[in-house]
């Protein structure tokens, strides 16, 4: 498993360092970073659905 981490992050870096060279990225790398975009998207969205649910919990008890 160490393994596997170590090889990730050193083409993470390499991902890294291209990108804030200006060089021409890679599809895949452009895929990734618009996969990256939505999970974060998805994050912010169940933070919500749970402070609605909480809210209609709370209203649901009053009655």
């Excluded at 992050?9 to 060089?23: D, E, H, I, R, T």
């Amino acid at each position: 498993m160490w393994g596997d981490i170590k090889k990730f992050l050193s083409g993470f870096k390499g991902y890294q360092a291209a990108k804030n060279s200006n060089v021409v990225v890679l599809r895949c790398a452009m895929i990734t970073q618009i996969t990256n975009e939505c999970v974060g998207t998805l994050g912010r969205v169940s933070d919500e659905e749970d402070k609605h649910a909480m809210i209609f919990k709370a209203t649901k008890e009053k009655r």
